[in-house]
């Protein structure tokens, strides 16, 4: 999407995994909702942030499915910041990333009082060369603890964004997300693991699971 086009109308940008938690572009307002028509799978392998040429690590992707719905940010894009904020998400998800774009509708969540609107969305389709695939959670776990790239470790981006929905969605279950969460969480335990990031979310997960007890 060029950022001469999108001076013609308010632009919001959908996020569903790191622009979740780390968006690192300025925007308005932020509102909690879901498209429709879409699963979030960890599909999309990272040579770039979060893995290595050779050693990809997983990243969150969209794939189509009529019965889903897939929940996440919305952010408002202040009109004289599109051309900056365009360019900066065309490197950041398309020409290292893989992704492509395409316009969706939105759907805020009951208590923002919104009507439907577009958003502009970024999704990795299996024709772009770091595309991964399907894979059972355990595997996709597997290759998550053992992934890491310039933006650090991939079970950072894993746990954030688990997070980051049971924060803004508490009262949805995204069952692949929290599958494969659980699933490093038991690897990472298991292993003894000595990374102070990974040791982390362990301690974190432990204390939640003690909480509720």
Not at 7 to 23: D, E
Not at 183 to 206: D, F, H, M, W
Request: charged share 20%; net charge neutral; aromatic share 10%.
């Amino acid at each position: 999407m060029e950022a001469e086009r999108t001076n013609n109308k308010q632009v919001w940008v959908f996020g569903y995994g790191s622009l979740v938690w780390k968006t690192n572009f300025p925007y308005q307002h932020r509102l909690v909702g879901h498209i429709k028509g879409y699963s979030r799978r960890f599909w999309q392998g990272s040579t770039d942030h979060r893995g290595i040429p050779g050693a990809p690590g997983r990243v969150a992707t969209l794939v189509e499915n009529k019965k889903e719905c897939t929940h996440g940010l919305a952010f408002k894009v202040k009109n004289s910041d599109v051309p900056e904020v365009i360019t900066y998400l065309n490197k950041r998800e398309k020409e290292t990333g893989g992704y492509t774009t395409e316009q969706v509708m939105f759907y805020p969540s009951d208590d923002c009082n919104m009507t439907p609107f577009e958003v502009l969305l970024y999704t990795a389709t299996e024709s772009n060369p770091e595309y991964l695939g399907p894979a059972s959670p355990s595997s996709i776990a597997r290759q998550i603890v053992s992934s890491a790239g310039p933006s650090g470790c991939n079970v950072e981006y894993l746990m954030e964004l688990a997070r980051t929905m049971k924060e803004i969605a508490p009262i949805i279950y995204d069952e692949h997300l929290f599958t494969l969460e659980a699933e490093v969480i038991r690897l990472l335990t298991a292993s003894g693991t000595n990374c102070p990031t990974c040791r982390k979310y362990i301690t974190s997960q432990t204390e939640a699971i003690t909480s509720v007890k």
